[in-house]
Structure formats: structure tokens, C-alpha cells
């Protein structure tokens, strides 16, 4: 009949190819991890406000940061080694701007440092709280002004993708949502014991005075 539409019209878009879907599943993987860095950063930050009277809750959340942060370092290493070795679904996706491309090592390497030194001060004696202290404290200037530019530059990007696999009409779309959501679940929840087995570690900051900056 003229004008009526084609039988396939009505129908749901198909989804991506199977290595398409790859690569739009690490992309939510990656968003979705990002979101809940945001929020834990979110948290950290106001706790430098009073370090003092926070300092438990510092140490807490700094160890439950610690999985999703290498969750993330894997999502995006796994897209950038894709990339380069010639995956054509990876090529078709493209890499992220030249800026973030320089900015990522930098990022990481910041992130890495700032979270290994701060491990470390919950360990140290009294003689080496200055150096690590310094050096968490350098890391944290050269991570903040990094992750700025990188949280800028993908804030949009993370808002669009981070919810996709909560939603019902779009967590079909793309297989593995439930896993998804667990792997970045239980990356949360591993941190939780972390930082609970190095609570006690923060006592020391309040019996022994800190060192001078």
C-alpha cells in the first residue's frame, strides 16, 4: 500500500556489531568508573578541608579509591592497546584528543603517586614522614591540575555513558551490563576492607605530632 511504512521500519535500531559492542562496552565501563571516582574524589577533597579532625575518613576513602582507580587505568589502557595495535573497531572509535593523549601518563603517573604515598605515610617512621608527606603533597598539585583539564574535557562524555547500563531502555543495548555494573561494584566494596584493616594506622597521625611543612 502507498505510503504505508516498510515492515522493518517500526523496528529497533539493530545493535552495533559484536566488536563495536567492545569497544562501547569498555567506553560504559570506563564512564561508569569514572562516575564513582568523581564522587569518592568529591568526598576526599572535602575532607583535606579539617585533615585533622578527618584524617580517619581521609585514610578510609584514599583506600577504597585504590581498585577503582586501577579499574580504571585498565579500561582505558585496554582501549589505547587496542587502539594502536590496529583493532579496526578501536581505529573507527579514534583516539581522544592529542591534548589527553599527553595527558594521560602524566595523569596516571600523578595518581599512582599521590595514592602510593599516601599508603606509605600510614607505615613510615617519624624520619620519613617529611620526605613522603612532600611528596604527597607535590603529587597532589600535579594530579589536581591534570585531572582538572582530563575531568573537563570528558565531564559531558561520562554524563552521557556512566548511567546507559542502569537504564532499562538502553542496558540491552549493548551486552554485559549486569557484569558491568558488578565489576564496578566490586571494586568499590574490595577498597571497603582495605581501608578498614589500615584505620588503626591513621592513630598514629594523632598521637605523634606531624611533621613540619
Not at 521500519?9 to 559492542?21: C, H, I, K, M, N
Not at 569498555?26 to 585533622?52: C, F, K, P, Q, W
Not at 543495548?173 to 571497603?192: E, H, N, T, Y
Amino acid at each position: 500500500m502507498v505510503g504505508s511504512p516498510a515492515r522493518g521500519s517500526l523496528r529497533r535500531p539493530q545493535r552495533p556489531r559484536r566488536a563495536d559492542q567492545g569497544v562501547e562496552s569498555n567506553a560504559r565501563l570506563t564512564a561508569m568508573t569514572a562516575a564513582v571516582l568523581l564522587v569518592l574524589l568529591a568526598i576526599e577533597g572535602l575532607t583535606i578541608v579539617r585533615i585533622r579532625s578527618l584524617l580517619s575518613l581521609h585514610v578510609l576513602v584514599g583506600m577504597i579509591l585504590i581498585p577503582p582507580v586501577a579499574l580504571k587505568i585498565g579500561s582505558t589502557g585496554y582501549r589505547f592497546v587496542r587502539y594502536y595495535l590496529g583493532s579496526p573497531a578501536y581505529r573507527r572509535k579514534g583516539p581522544p584528543p592529542p591534548l589527553l593523549r599527553l595527558l594521560g601518563p602524566v595523569l596516571i603517573v600523578t595518581m599512582v603517586a599521590l595514592l602510593a604515598s599516601g599508603v606509605a605515610l600510614l607505615f613510615v617512621g617519624p624520619a620519613l614522614r617529611g620526605d613522603f608527606l612532600l611528596l604527597h603533597q607535590a603529587s597532589f598539585v600535579l594530579w589536581f591540575g591534570a585531572m582538572t583539564v582530563h575531568v573537563l574535557a570528558h565531564i559531558v562524555e561520562t554524563a552521557h555513558l556512566a548511567p546507559r547500563d542502569w537504564a532499562r531502555r538502553t542496558a540491552a543495548d549493548v551486552k554485559g551490563a549486569r557484569l558491568r555494573q558488578w565489576v564496578v561494584g566490586s571494586s568499590v566494596a574490595l577498597g571497603i576492607p582495605l581501608g578498614l584493616l589500615v584505620l588503626s594506622r591513621a592513630s598514629t597521625w594523632f598521637s605523634q605530632p606531624l611533621p613540619a611543612r
